[in-house]
């Protein structure tokens, strides 16, 4: 395990470690020219169909309100989606669910594919890339009416804390009294601990 002194020391000497984040940096780029899709919202008189409308309406609002602050106020944006992105997860559950709804709201006309290629589980994470799709704020609009318009609330996501409190007692190699936060810190994880568990630990 690795000694706070020992920290303290890479820190003021950099030289022979990289504490960099490689995070790909990324910035909201906007489509001078796009054809808009057609706003199209399938209904259908099928048992329990309503409610399957409204549970995944519900669920765009979510993903909406996420990406508010990515979009442009106004036209078309390309933004990179990607399905193991916790945010998303905490809508759909899973990387099917996240894929399936990504496909569903290219089918009502909120998205449309921009470039498919992506690459996962490279070397450097910064040459990780999700695939990008144009989002339509005209459309956006369209789909929070349609929603006010049927009474459909947006999902609220919910935040799993049973797994922290769960947490009975604390690794002996974590010292509580010694928590630090630092940019670019970099923590040894205990042997005997998963990363799930760990990372509940330090919670």
């Known amino acids: 395990m690795i000694t706070l002194e020992e920290i303290a020391s890479r820190l003021k000497d ?6 960099t984040v490689n995070k790909e940096r990324w910035e909201p780029k906007r489509a001078d020219t796009y054809v808009l899709p057609e706003f199209n919202i399938k209904e259908s008189q099928a048992k329990g169909a309503e409610t399957k409308l409204r549970n995944k309406l519900s669920k765009v609002l979510a993903f909406i309100d996420l990406v508010k602050h990515k979009r442009f106020k106004t036209g078309c944006t390309i933004i990179p989606i990607s399905v193991t992105n916790k945010d998303n997860l905490s809508i759909w559950e899973n990387e099917k669910g996240v894929s399936r709804a990504i496909s569903y709201m290219i089918e009502i006309g909120l998205l449309s594919v921009e470039s498919d ?4 589980s490279a070397y450097y994470e910064k040459d990780n890339k999700s695939k990008t799709y144009r989002y339509y704020k005209e459309n956006e609009d369209k789909a929070k009416k349609y929603c006010e318009e049927h009474d459909i609330k947006m999902f609220v996501i919910k935040h799993n804390v049973d797994s922290i409190l769960k947490v009975k007692s604390v690794h002996p190699d974590i010292d ?3 928590v630090r936060f630092a940019s670019g810190l970099k923590l040894v994880r205990p042997m005997e ?11």
Do not use: P
């Open 14 to 19: 950099k030289s022979n470690y990289d504490f």
């Open 176 to 178: 509580t009294k010694k």
């Open 117 to 120: 290629k992506y690459q996962f």
């Open 193 to 203: 601990l998963s990363k799930k568990e760990f990372e509940e630990q330090l919670i």
